[in-house]
């Protein structure tokens, strides 16, 4: 929650955190919370969606399990080592950099 929140601070916007999962899991919502709310840019608690109800959230499945085969290689997931690179390595012409989780702007594949 620390990491969005700055992500969107550093460029000075204000987001929404929407992603799988029921709500049960207590602990973003937790974490929202103890974000200082002087410097909160993460506007509200976390949405939870079912992600068999949710064809945005099956795709953000789609990006994160092609980035997951990206950095986690071995044989037996050899025929989506290229997915990540092939589909989604380049978002409105920023660079993503799974390595140091940041999106450096202005890069194109």
Do not use: C
């Not at 929140?5 to 992603?19: G, L």
């Not at 799988?20 to 207590?26: I, K, L, S, V």
């Not at 789609?62 to 380049?90: C, E, I, K, P």
């Amino acid at each position: 929650m620390e990491l969005w929140n700055h992500s969107a601070a550093t460029a000075d916007q204000f987001t929404f955190v929407n992603m799988d999962g029921n709500g049960t899991d207590r602990s973003y919502l937790a974490a929202h919370r103890a974000l200082d709310l002087s410097g909160r840019h993460v506007v509200e608690d976390p949405v939870f969606h079912d992600s068999r109800g949710s064809q945005f959230v099956q795709m953000a499945d789609l990006v994160a399990y092609s980035a997951f085969m990206h950095l986690n290689r071995h044989d037996g997931n050899r025929f989506a080592w290229s997915w990540f690179d092939d589909h989604f390595a380049t978002s409105g012409g920023a660079m993503i950099d799974l390595k140091g989780l940041s999106a450096e702007k202005g890069k194109t594949r």
